[in-house]
């Protein structure tokens, strides 16, 4: 899928680094640093129907049980995510301070391939 976004790789690091020829994040929470390997990542201005379309197919994926396959040029990467991952949605308003402009919403699966089934709880989400 060409310009699919992986929005696990959105947040903005406070390290890059290399590691065994493989490129990995860092961005500070508080007490500790967890690592983070970048295996896709895509951006680029699309129409709010392209846009659509790429949601509709990881949302017919996941309807399935399908793997999630991600394209952008000579990069890929498939996923298969569990059952019951974690789903988390953010809004966020960034910039500089005084001049927090830019908007953005975030939509994430995240899970443990060595765990179980487990997702993480929040209240029952709505989106009109």
Not at 60 to 70: K, Q
Not at 97 to 113: C, H, I, K, P, Q
């Amino acid at each position: 899928m060409q310009g699919a976004y992986l929005a696990r790789n959105i947040y903005r690091f406070d390290q890059i680094g290399q590691l065994g020829g493989r490129i990995y994040a860092c961005r500070l929470c508080g007490i500790s640093c967890m690592p983070e390997e970048v295996l896709f990542k895509s951006e680029n201005k699309q129409s709010r129907e392209e846009i659509a379309s790429y949601l509709r197919q990881v949302a017919d994926n996941l309807d399935s049980g399908a793997a999630i396959n991600l394209k952008a040029g000579s990069e890929s990467v498939t996923l298969t995510p569990p059952s019951r991952p974690t789903f988390e949605v953010k809004a966020e308003r960034e910039g500089p301070a005084g001049n927090m402009t830019e908007r953005s919403v975030e939509f994430e699966l995240e899970w443990d391939e060595n765990d179980g089934e487990e997702g993480g709880e929040g209240g029952q989400l709505e989106i009109e």
